[in-house]
């Protein structure tokens, strides 16, 4: 079955730090992979996208991920995080087969000053 | 200018009742979807529609009934509300049909089912 796995529920950086958030997907082939963060009270919000060519995609905010075949892997990155990056950031994925994104579970990221 | 907008924000309600939450969109996107955001914020696609006409039904229960009047609106309406339907609902959209259309989301209904 397909799926997208966030191992990290929550995590906790200080401002300033570098970020890393893990998304895992499970396809018959390799999906159309988003990073979307929903800040509180809000809708999603899409991050970027990776659809194929270039395996390292840049995205609104300063954020970076990047696509790895071998592991499954869209990892999303920033050098240095701010304050009001804190938010839930969800990984999905989409195929043509089905016309529908299925999403991880979410990541839950608090920054600390 | 809100791109996704949907109606009521919140909803409070007891069980057995009926609502509607509505959405519409200004982007002039063909497909709308109804998202369910649960309690441990697992989002999960209810329905898809693309120019008014039903493409994807997850198994959701009949007590849900979708219906898109024209292709920038899509409502939602719940009969015999039930305790576990208490969640935030999502309405989206895209330009098109198929996973490779990132979805632009409203802001979300949060249902809450006393």
């Known amino acids: 079955a397909q799926s997208v796995t966030q191992p990290d529920i929550h995590i906790t950086v200080s401002e300033g730090a570098s970020l890393e958030l893990r998304c895992n997907y499970s396809y018959g082939a390799t999906p159309y992979l988003f ?18 060519g270039d ?32 938010a839930e950031y969800f990984c999905a994925a989409g195929s043509s087969n089905t016309g529908k994104l299925i999403f991880g579970q979410g990541t839950t990221l608090q920054v600390k000053p | 200018d809100t791109a996704v907008s949907q109606t009521p924000k919140y909803l409070v309600t007891q069980m057995g009742n009926d609502k509607s939450i509505k959405c519409e969109q200004n982007l002039g996107h063909d497909t709308m979807y109804w998202y369910k955001q649960d309690s441990k ?18 198994t ?11 292709k920038a ?5 719940i009969n015999s509300l039930e305790l576990g339907d208490s969640a935030v609902y999502f309405c989206a959209s895209s ?12 802001n979300g209904t949060r249902l809450t089912v006393t």
């Open chain 1, 35 to 52: 990073w979307y963060v929903q800040s509180p009270g809000q809708g999603l919000q899409l991050l970027l996208k990776y659809f194929s």
């Open chain 1, 55 to 86: 395996t390292l995609v840049q995205g609104i905010k300063g954020f970076e991920a990047e696509f790895k075949r071998s592991q499954s892997s869209f990892n999303l990155r920033k050098p240095s995080v701010h304050w009001s990056d804190a």
């Open chain 2, 41 to 58: 914020k697992f989002l999960k696609i209810m329905f898809s529609y693309n120019n008014k006409e039903l493409i994807i039904n997850e």
């Open chain 2, 60 to 70: 959701v229960p009949n007590r849900f009934s979708p219906k898109s009047p024209d």
């Open chain 2, 73 to 77: 609106h899509l409502n939602l309406h």
């Open chain 2, 95 to 106: 330009p098109r049909t198929g996973g490779d259309s990132p979805l632009h989301f409203g």
